[in-house]
Every structure is written in C-alpha cells, then in structure tokens.
C-alpha cells in the first residue's frame, strides 16, 4: 500500500470517531488559513506540526467565540472527506 494511501487508511476512522463525538467539526470551515508550521499538536493525528510543514488552522464560531483546530496538510484531507461523507453517527457521552 502507498505510504498516503496507508495514512488515509489509519487517519479516517480517528477522522469519523472525533466527527461524531464532537471532538472535530462536522461543517465546513468558516475560514482556513495556511502556514508554516508551529509545533502545535494536528487536531487528527496528535503529532506535532513542524516548522518546515504546512500547517491548516480550521476556524469554527462557537457561541461567542472562536475554535481553532491546527491540521498537517493530509489530516485535513482526509477530515474534509470524512466531513463530506457525511455518514457518521453522532455519539453521545
């Protein structure tokens, strides 16, 4: 299996987990901004996001504030395809 191929395979059903428990948003973003990367931990895989990878921030508006979730490059991705689907189960605590 392609090395890519491999991480959409290990990432998306984290992607569908964190969608349905609330973790990450269901919805489009608001706003995505790209940059180099700060050493925040990726909203989908928890490792850190290096200086020299591009680093998604995802805006969400949540009642009077903002929410932001940093992402690599391929965990936003695969997010975005799992958000897409649209299939998951909303689980409750």
């Given at each position: 299996m392609p090395p890519l191929a491999k991480l959409e395979a290990e990432l998306r059903p984290i992607a569908r987990d964190r969608i349905a428990t609330g973790q990450l948003p269901?919805?489009?973003p608001a706003r995505?901004?790209?940059g180099r990367g700060t050493g925040q931990l990726c909203?989908?895989?928890d490792k850190?996001?290096?200086r020299n990878e591009v680093e998604y921030d995802v805006e969400r508006h949540i009642?009077?504030?903002v929410?932001?979730?940093p992402f690599h490059v391929d965990c936003e991705s695969v997010?975005?395809?799992e958000c897409a689907r649209g299939d998951f189960l909303v689980?409750?605590?």
């Open positions: 269901r919805e489009t995505l901004w790209a909203a989908l895989c850190p996001i290096q009642d009077e504030g929410q932001m979730f997010w975005q395809l689980k409750r605590p």
